[in-house]
C-alpha cells in the first residue's frame, strides 16, 4: 500500500509538472562574469577588478545581490535584443518592481541598458547611494510615473563597452525624489531625449538593474517585470 501511495504521488507530480513547466524554477547564483537567460529574462553579472560580489538569480525577473569593496559592478535581470531594431520597432516598454536596495556608497538602482547605431549607455535612476548622478548640468526634464526626472548627457571616452573599449554617449533621468518601488515607462524617457536631440539606437538591452561603484551594499529585487506593448515577458512575446 505505501508504495502505490508513492508511486501515486510521483506520478501526480510528474503531471504538475508537464502541464505548468515554468513554475519550479531553482536558483542559480553566480560570482564571476556571466551572461545567460534564467526563467524568461535575460541577465548579466559584471564586475571589473577588485572586490567580490554575488548575484542569487530568483524566479521571473526578480534576483538578490551583495557586492564588497568594488570599484565597478552591475547586476542586472531584462531583455536582451539582436540589435536590429529601434525602441519604435520593438514597442511600448514599461517595468514594474520593487527593491530592498541597501547601498553602502556610491551605487545607482535603475533601469540600464545600450543601444548601437550609436553606441549609446543609458540610465533611468530612481534611487541612489551616496552620490546622486552624473555630476552634470541638465538638458530638460520629463515628468512621469509620479515625479519629475532631470535629464543629462554625459561623454565617455575609451572605456568600456558592449563594443570594447570606446568613446560612447551616456543618456540619463535622474529622479529627483529617490524611490525603490513603482512603474518606469522607459519608452516615456527614450522618447523625451530624443525631442532633446539625444538620439537612441538599435537596441541591445532594457534590464532592471542595480550598480555599485567604489561601495559595498546588497539589494533584494522582489518584484520585477517587463513589459512590452503590455504584455508582461515571459510568455508569448
Not at 505548468?20 to 541577465?43: E, K, L, M, R, W
Not at 552591475?74 to 516598454?93: A, D, P, S, V, Y
Request: hydrophobic content about 30%; charged content about 15%; proline content about 4%.
Amino acid at each position: 500500500m505505501k508504495r502505490n501511495r508513492m508511486t501515486f504521488s510521483l506520478a501526480i507530480l510528474v503531471c504538475f509538472a508537464l502541464i505548468f513547466p515554468t513554475v519550479i524554477v531553482f536558483a542559480q547564483t553566480i560570482t564571476s562574469n556571466s551572461i545567460g537567460t534564467h526563467s524568461g529574462y535575460d541577465y548579466e553579472f559584471w564586475k571589473d577588478s577588485g572586490g567580490s560580489g554575488s548575484m542569487t538569480l530568483n524566479n521571473g525577473g526578480t534576483f538578490s545581490a551583495q557586492w564588497n569593496n568594488v570599484n565597478n559592478i552591475l547586476f542586472r535581470k531584462g531583455r536582451k535584443f539582436n540589435e536590429t531594431q529601434t525602441h519604435q520597432q520593438i514597442g511600448n516598454m514599461s517595468i514594474n518592481y520593487g527593491v530592498n536596495y541597501q547601498p553602502n556608497g556610491n551605487s545607482y538602482l535603475c533601469v540600464y541598458g545600450w543601444t548601437v547605431d550609436p553606441l549609446v549607455e543609458y540610465y533611468i535612476v530612481d534611487s541612489w547611494g551616496s552620490w546622486r548622478p552624473p555630476g552634470a548640468t541638465p538638458k530638460g526634464t520629463i515628468t512621469v510615473d509620479g515625479g519629475t526626472y532631470d535629464i543629462y548627457e554625459t561623454t565617455r571616452v575609451n572605456q568600456p563597452s558592449i563594443k570594447g573599449t570606446a568613446t560612447f554617449q551616456q543618456y540619463w533621468s535622474v529622479r529627483r525624489t529617490k524611490r525603490t518601488s513603482g512603474t518606469i515607462s522607459v519608452s516615456e524617457h527614450f522618447r523625451a531625449w530624443e525631442r532633446l536631440g539625444m538620439r537612441m539606437g538599435k537596441m541591445y538591452e532594457v534590464a532592471l538593474t542595480v550598480e555599485g561603484y567604489q561601495s559595498s551594499g546588497s539589494a533584494n529585487v522582489y518584484h520585477n517585470t517587463l513589459s512590452i506593448n503590455g504584455s508582461p515577458i515571459p510568455g508569448g512575446w
